[in-house]
């Protein structure tokens, strides 16, 4: 029994940390939008000898958000665990079939999401305010909600700066750039992407 006392003591002295401090438990919740470079490659030798390639490539607008979640360790220094989505909002992707010395191309409307999970820390500069955050983890994407590719490595880094609006809860912007790469679920060939996002915040710290 004390030691659930004890454990729900420091639960509650971590949540309500002191106003206007990076301190305590930590919780960010981000959405925004930007640019994404999306590309598959696979690659194989037919019957014949004749090689055969196949590539996918998608590039335009992209839709990010992302959920930190963790606690301070040291003053203005989190680690937290981190949970991060990027999806096309450009659905059309360029095709490349190469065989035999011939090249065909199409473009077709495809839905492609990479996601990522993993650990991370972010740090605060007092007091203006300004953050670097960075997370590492594993990756997977996924295209028409199907599961393409096996899991693979991924990481993100953000730079930005947030304004108090409350004691404990501050809002922000930021720039960040996540990169994935994994792959395919049948090992045919491998798939990548990166994306540049302005980024959006609400964050309890």
């Known amino acids: 029994m004390k030691k659930i006392i004890l454990v729900l003591l420091v639960m509650v002295a971590t949540v309500f940390s002191a106003p206007h401090t990076h301190d305590g438990f930590f919780l ?5 939008y930007g640019y994404q470079d999306f590309a598959y490659s696979a ?5 014949s000898g004749n090689p055969f390639i196949f590539s996918i490539d998608s590039k335009g607008v992209s839709t990010e958000f992302d959920i930190k979640i963790g606690g301070t360790i040291l003053p203005s220094f989190a680690l937290h665990a981190t949970i991060s989505g990027i999806g096309n909002l450009s659905s059309e992707i360029e095709s490349v079939i190469e065989y035999s010395g011939e090249r065909e191309s199409f473009n077709q409307e495809v839905d492609l999401f990479m996601f990522l999970m993993g650990i991370g820390v972010t740090y605060y500069i007092n007091p203006i305010n300004i953050f670097f955050s960075g ?4 990756t997977e994407f996924d295209i028409n909600d199907s599961q393409m590719s096996d899991t693979g ?4 880094i953000a730079l930005g700066k947030e304004w108090w609006v409350s004691p404990e809860w501050g809002l922000g912007v930021s720039a960040a750039f996540t990169y994935g790469k994994a792959d395919e679920v049948n090992g045919f ?5 990166y994306a540049i996002n302005i980024m959006f915040s609400s964050t309890f710290h």
Do not use: H, R, T
Not at 189 to 193: F, K, L, N, P
């Open 28 to 32: 960010n919740m981000s959405l925004g």
């Open 43 to 47: 690659s194989e030798i037919s019957e």
């Open 189 to 193: 060939g491998d798939m990548s992407e």
């Open 135 to 138: 997370s590492v983890g594993i």
């Open 153 to 156: 490595f991924g990481f993100q």
